[in-house]
């Protein structure tokens, strides 16, 4: 009598195992490729938004103080009052929300605003720290120094970088 031999269909335990390691090797490869390209990713817009966001206030803070007439540092320095022709500016650093805020008068012969409640900064990145200086107050010109920390934030990346921002503003009291 002949026996037969009946194939059982399926796989050995050694073959599972093999392509569950196998699996388990291209999950891990493909998750930490991934994360590098997220992480990069938030690199990239943390830099750029700690970048753009001391761009934007040397911008308006460096008209201000090229086009004054009158310039003052108060409150330890956190404080910077600009008096021009038709526009007085007042910028104010507020430690505990980490913005800087800023009030305006626009009209001639305008006084410096009493109060800076509104944002300068945006919310996509903080300032950490915030000092004005005038240099030199003499008659002909005055060279105001602003430095800066400005700080990023994303779940993947923080970034930090100082700032040293220089503006001459020249007086003329003549115009």
């Known amino acids: ?4 031999y009946l194939r059982k269909q399926g796989f050995t335990l050694v073959e599972v195992l093999m392509v569950l390691g ?4 291209l999950v891990i490869g493909a998750m930490s490729f991934l994360f590098t390209i ?3 990713k938030d690199q990239a817009v943390v830099e750029s938004r700690v970048v753009e966001q001391a761009e934007m206030m040397e911008g308006l803070m460096g008209k201000a103080v090229r086009s004054a007439r009158g310039l003052a540092v108060s409150d330890g320095g956190k404080r910077l009052e600009t008096e021009g022709k038709d526009e007085c500016l007042v910028f104010r650093w ?11 008068t ?4 305008c006084t410096v ?3 800076a409640n509104l944002d300068l900064t945006s ?3 903080t300032v950490e720290n915030l000092n004005f200086e005038i240099v030199n107050a003499d008659d002909s010109s005055r060279t105001v120094v602003i430095e800066m ?3 990023g934030y994303r779940p993947l990346w923080s970034h930090s970088q100082d700032f040293k921002l220089t503006f001459i503003n020249v007086i003329d009291e003549g115009s």
Do not use: H
């Open 106 to 109: 626009i009209g001639s012969g």
């Open 38 to 40: 997220l992480s990069n």
């Open 123 to 125: 919310r996509t990145a």
């Open 149 to 151: 920390t400005v700080a």
């Open 22 to 25: 196998g699996v388990g090797v």
């Open 94 to 104: 507020d430690e505990a929300e980490k913005t800087v805020k800023y009030g305006r």
């Open 1 to 4: 009598m002949k026996k037969v």
């Open 113 to 115: 605003a009493s109060e």
